[in-house]
Each structure stands twice: as structure tokens, then as C-alpha cells.
């Protein structure tokens, strides 16, 4: 079987077992999945810049916020239905990232991570600022009313978990296609060696701006999603924590990998479910998981596990 | 209270502030100057010394200024050594890559916060300061009766608020002479300026990196404590000063000491006075953005030479 192939079968089966698994779990693990699959797809835009493009992005947060908050403010404050809202905020995650782009690509390594994390904290800043609006760290909430999609109530645990399952299949599905293509392989090429690329002729630039493009609109796509699924709005989805997490669920999956990010996804949000039933400072895990990935695994588990059974994994 | 009056009373609080966040921003900008590594839990060592100096003060008790002074010591030099564990368990195995070790100190940033959380608790807790007499500060104006002197309600300051300002320059001057006049100073700015000639000529390069480390980490403590009177210890306080220092370091030029202090100067003053008349808020924002804009159009820094 051909590397292709055999990738697409391995998608296709991991999406027929998480379908399946929507059926056979108790409802509080499948609200739990349906928060995974969320994060996973937020993880993997994450993913198409950090692990396939080498670019290490400290501010995603203002992409998934921007998302959350085009949703969450159209619909709360201009009474717009799900689905356009939805769009409105894609579409506002999408403008947000090309124009960091434009003005973070200029910026190398080091730079690079300090001006998203300086962007970021700025969004996060001006959610609090107009507070009148945002209604700041308290956030508000987006009744069940509103939350139906084609007279589907997304409130009804089935309805979204499935809705998160379709959302999570389809970023996984057109990343890893896209990855098999010719603007994927230059990607890499961007992460490995940039001035090869260059000297090959491929616009690198250009590459890396349509690269944090798409990894802005998947990290919005999954806010808005967030907000119209779990119904809340909130200035901590923008703050630097939850630039964090994308960071460590790739990096604790396998960056590069494209199962990687549900993995690690997955294994943070139980680890620090457990954790945070022991101690409320359940982030002293993140901390630690970091440190540790950085120190003694920086392939992480899904890259660890190519290195070492399946090289064809993709 | 008139506008000049109360422009004084902003740009007192702004120096206190300034000499703070330019002994803060001194340590940060020292690792990054010799080991080219951003440390982002520096604002957790900050942290880390307001709240051993509410332990030292606290387990001393009695005369206030004693638990100061003892904190001034012990504070400083257990975050050092504590700093220096690190780098040596963590930092020195990443072989200090930039891009490892900012992840690796988001883990050490989170590890120290939360450990904060676990053992000193959520709450925010004074340490008493050793002196503290209310000063007034005279206002002139020309009324009716010609030129006068008098005494505006509210302006003032505290005996202690000064201390913090000249104990800060006092530090800043002998940071100085150490680094420009010592043996150690002239060790870090050989490491500083070319790592490999430095191991060439016997520079042990690698404990020169752990000192450093330690030594920044050692100065955001001392801030710390220098600040814990006015400001309660508290185990989230560790953002502000790392957010502050940060846009310092980056405007006054990644490395450069001098351009260090320029920074801090002009951040922490006008930090303080924008602060007062407008949302401290909005004049974060403005900073974070006026600094996202130096690195991406003038990555040298405004005062600098070496681009990141």
C-alpha cells in the first residue's frame, strides 16, 4: 500500500472510531470528546505553522479569540443566526492573521515568537478595554435559544458532539491533504532549510503568509465553534494561557504529525482534569509536561512512535 | 488638585515604578545579552522574591526594618541558587537553543507559579515597611499676594518610596562597576561578545552562563523585595513585571545595558504618569503594540546595535 493510501485509511478509521465512540460513551466523557475535538482542530491549525512550517507562534490565542468574538459578538449583540455568525467569525480570524502575518513575518525565530506573544497580549488587552461590549475576564453567555443550526438544537449532547466530530474531520482530512501536495512538501522545505528553499526559487514568503493564513482561519474556525458549542464567550480564551496550550498539546502529540495534535489534546485535557480534582494548581502539569517534552521528547508521542514502529506515518 | 501638583505626585510614583522595572528589566536583559536566551519566567523570580521576603519578614517578626534587611539578603541569593538549579538541570541539556529554551521556561514559568500557589496560598499578603513617615512636598504658585509656597492637599510621598528610588540607583551603580570593573564583569562581556574565542581562552563558559542566570534571576528578586512594601506579594504579581520588562529590553535594544535603563526610565515614568490620567489599560496597549512594531520595523531596538 502506498504512504497515501495508507493515510487516508488511517484518517478515515480514526474518524469511524471517534463516530462510533460518540455512541458507546457515558455523556460526561462525550461532552469531554466534544471539548477534545474542539481543541484539536484549534491544535491543528496550530500545527500547519508550528509543526510543518517551523514557526513557533506564542499568540494563536488572539486567532481563536477572534473567532469566539466574532461569533459571540454578532449573534449576542447583532442577533445574527449560527451559521453567519460563524462565518463572520472565520472570516475575522482570517483578516486578523493576514495582517499579523504581513507584520510578524518580517521577524525571524526569537522575534518572531516575542512579536505574536506582544500581538496577542494586545488583543487580549483590547477585549478587556472594551469591556462594555466584551464584558471582560466575566465574558457572557450565548443562550440555548440561539445555539440551533437548521432547527437542530446544538445544545442536545449527540447533536454536539457530532457537530464537533465534523468540524475535527474536516481540518484533518484537508490539512492532511494538503500536506501531500506540492504547497505542503514547500512547507517543509520552509521549516528545514529556509535559504535552500529560497535558493530553489519558491517564494518563501509568500508560503509562510498563506501558512499562518490558514493556521489563523482553522485556530477561528475552532473558537467560533467553541462559543456556539459550549455557549460561553470569554476574555481567557484570549489570554496567553491559551497560547500555551496549542503549543504544548502539539508538541506533547507530536508536531508535524497528523493525528499528533487530537493526541495531545486528548492526554492534556484528562491530565489536567485529574489534576485539577487533586490541587487547584492544576497548571504546576503544564509546566512540568513542557519542561519534560523539551528535555526528553521533542517528538513527541506520535513522532516518537514514527521514529521508532511506523515510519509512514503521516 | 491643580495639574502641576498633581503631574509631580504621577512622576513620583513613576520613579518609583522606573527603578524598579530597571533593575527587573537589568536581569532579564543580562541573560539575554550573555547567553542569547530569552528567559520568560523571569517574572516568576520576581514573584518568587516578594514572596520569600513575606517569609523571611514574617518568620523574623519584630522590628520591621530587621525581616527587611534579612529579606533584602536571603531573598536575592535563594532565587539566584534556585535560578542556578535550573539552568543547570534544564537549560544547560537544551544546549541553550533560543526556541527550546523560551518553551522550556513557559514550563519553569508555570512549575514556579503554581508551586507559589500550592505552598504561599491565593492570598495577597503585605510585608511591612521599614520606615514609612508621610513626607509633604511644597507647591509654589504666583497668586494674588506674588509668589508663594504651600503645602497641596495629597501631595506627598513616603520616606520609603524615596528609599526604594536611591537604593535602586545605588544598585544600578554597583551593577555597574561589577560588570565594567571586576574580573567576573569582564568574563560575561567576553562571553558575551564571541562564546567560542571566550572557550578558547579558558573562559569557563558554561558556569559563566549559570551565574548569569542566576544573577538576573537574583535581580528581579531584589526588585521584588525593594517593591513588596508598597505592592503586596501575591503569586499572580509576576506578569506585569515580565510584560514591562520585556518591552524595555526590546526597545532599548536586546543586550544593551544602557539602552536598558534609557528604556526603563522612560516605560516606568511614563508608565506611572499615563497611568494616573488615562485607563492603565490602554496604556498597555499602546506599550505591547509600540513594542510588536520596534521588533518588526526596527529589530535593533531604539537605542541598540545588535539585531535579535
Known sequence: MSGAKKSLLLHLGLIAILFALGFLLPVYHQGNLARILVLATYAIGYNVLFGYTGLLSLGHAMFFSAGMYGLGLAMHHGGVPAVPAFVIGVIASALLSAAVAVLALRTLGVAFMIVTLMFAQAGFL????????????????????????????????????????????????????????????????????????????????????????????????????????FGYVGATFASVQYSIFPLLWVLLGGAGTTIGPLVGAFFTFYLIDYASSLTSAYMLIVGLVLVLLILFARAGIMGEVRKRWAGWLP | MDFGPYLLLASLEGAVGASVLALTALGLSLVFGVMRVVNVAHGEFFMLGAVIAWFVASQIGGQPALGFVAALIIAPLVVGGLAIVADRLVLKRVAYNPEATIVATIGMLYIIQQAALMTYGPDARPVEPPFNSRIAIPWFEFGEEGFEIYYPWGLSTTSYKLFVIAAAVVMLLGIWALLSRSKLGLL???????????????????????????????????????????QQAHYLMGGDPLLLSFIVVILGGLGSLRGTLVAALLIGMSDGIISVFFSPTLAKIIATMLVALVLVFRPQGLFGKKAL
Not at chain 1, 149 to 160: I, K, N, S
Not at chain 1, 166 to 177: G, M
Not at chain 1, 192 to 202: A, D, I, K, Q, V
Open chain 1, 126 to 229: 483590547t477585549i478587556l478595554y472594551f469591556g462594555a461590549w466584551t464584558r471582560g475576564d466575566e465574558g457572557f453567555v450565548l443562550p440555548q435559544a440561539v445555539r440551533e443550526v437548521a432547527g437542530l438544537d446544538l445544545t442536545d449532547p449527540m447533536t454536539r458532539y457530532m457537530t464537533a466530530l465534523l468540524l475535527f474531520s474536516a481540518a484533518l482530512l484537508v490539512t492532511a491533504r494538503m500536506m501531500q501536495m506540492r504547497f505542503g512538501n514547500v512547507l517543509v522545505a520552509v521549516r528545514e532549510n529556509e535559504e535552500r528553499t529560497t535558493m530553489l526559487g519558491y517564494d518563501v514568503f509568500k508560503h509562510k503568509f498563506v501558512a499562518v493564513v490558514i493556521s489563523g482561519t482553522l485556530s477561528g474556525a475552532a473558537g467560533a465553534a467553541y462559543g456556539l458549542l
Open chain 2, 188 to 230: 560575561m562581556r567576553a562571553t558575551q561578545l564571541d562564546r567560542e574565542t571566550a572557550r578558547a581562552f579558558g573562559i569557563p563558559v558554561e558556569r559563566v552562563y549559570s551565574l548569569v542566570f542566576g544573577f538576573g534571576a537574583g535581580l528581579a528578586a531584589l526588585a521584588a523585595v525593594l517593591i513588596v512594601p508598597i
